[in-house]
């Protein structure tokens, strides 16, 4: 080898140790199972920045829970002991939280992405929440439209001033769909998660609320005669990563890390809503009733929970909060 050759050959090894030396791995825990949309979509994410940055960030994905449960991981995010997450946001003691289970923030998918993109309503409440515990949201990844299941039937769903002889579960907190649903005529009633199953069955309660269609296939298929597609609300996962962890980037990497995110969520809400018809006909195919709505049905619905129901449970989502989705809603 000459001398010439051995320079180059140095400098290029002193390049790749340069290059090693700089790489990050982020951990990123997500509740998803393994071959889930949701898992997919991380692994996608770690196969798009491992490739864009030329290998300086690669992402390991731990999915089912692996790192803890959707709170546990939130804290190890907070404390840069965990460097991203693909869940739910915790409320904990953040009220500005529930502006994701908030009734009629948003009525279709195109008024609810827009309030999810960055600079949109839902995503800067979320991302000063976040901000504020060391954690950045980076970007949404959307599960469906909420939606309410029932094991009886239910008639002139669609007409808010109806009266109806049943009673949803809510969950434990659930003020917001409590105000809610009574407003729309029904009775009201919390139960565990675990209890809700039997308690369908036996008639301690009607039906159950604040999920999606794909939801209720899981835990409540055979028991699910109605499916009353409310758009109440919009079920939502967000990717987020530590602060520390975000600032051992690059610029150039945040960028990328970013971009990416929010190429996969984009990519994903063009694919929510087949997402949401496919299950709801499935609940068809296993022979429930399925009430949806058309867009004058759902403007009126929401009409109503913003000038009955918002003015009622504003104290769920404090008044900062409130004012800004007033003001994305051009709520007087």
């Known amino acids: 080898m000459t001398k010439t050759s051995r320079i180059l050959a140095a400098a290029g090894l002193l390049g790749l140790l340069c290059s090693a030396a700089h790489a990050e791995t982020l951990r990123l825990s997500t509740l998803k199972n393994p071959g889930s949309p949701g898992e997919l979509a991380a692994q996608e994410l770690a196969k798009q920045v491992e490739a864009r940055t030329e290998g300086r960030v690669t992402i ?3 999915p089912s829970d692996q790192l ?3 709170t546990e991981v939130y804290e190890q995010l907070m404390q840069g002991v965990v460097d991203m997450a693909l869940q739910p ?9 529930a502006i994701t ?7 279709n998918y195109a008024s609810a992405e827009e309030m999810h993109k960055p600079g949109g309503a839902v995503f800067e409440i979320i991302n000063g929440a976040t901000s504020e515990r060391n954690v950045a949201v980076l970007g949404v990844y ?3 439209m909420g939606g309410a299941g029932f094991a009886k039937e239910v008639k002139d769903a669609g007409n808010p001033d109806a009266k109806h002889d049943l009673k949803i579960r809510v969950w434990p907190g659930g003020a917001t769909h409590q105000a809610l649903l009574e407003r729309l005529g029904y009775s009201t009633g919390t139960l565990p998660w675990a209890e809700l199953y039997t308690g369908m069955q036996t008639g301690i309660v ?4 604040g999920g999606t269609a794909a939801m209720a296939l899981e835990s409540f298929k055979d028991i699910t005669k109605t499916w009353v597609q409310f758009n109440d609300h919009f079920e939502a996962n967000w990717f987020m990563i530590s602060d520390d962890s975000l600032a051992k980037l690059s610029e150039e990497d945040q960028k990328i890390l970013r971009d990416t995110v ?3 969520s984009t990519k994903r809400w063009a694919e929510v809503k087949s997402a949401d018809e496919a299950a709801l006909e499935e609940l068809r195919a296993a022979g429930a009733t ?11 619905l929401a009409e109503v929970t913003r000038t009955d129901v918002w003015p009622k449970i504003s104290g769920e989502l404090g008044e900062e909060a409130y004012n800004q989705l007033k003001a994305a809603t051009g709520v007087k």
Not at 206 to 209: E, F, K, R
Not at 291 to 299: G, I, N, R
């Open 290 to 300: 399925v009430v949806t709505f058309d867009d004058a049905t759902l403007e009126k």
């Open 89 to 97: 946001v915790p409320a904990l003691d953040d009220k500005r939280v």
């Open 206 to 209: 009607d039906g159950q609320v």
């Open 142 to 144: 959307g599960e469906g």
């Open 60 to 62: 390991k994905v731990y």
């Open 68 to 70: 803890g449960d959707y």
């Open 101 to 107: 289970w908030f009734p009629y923030a948003y009525t």
């Open 262 to 264: 929010q190429e996969i």
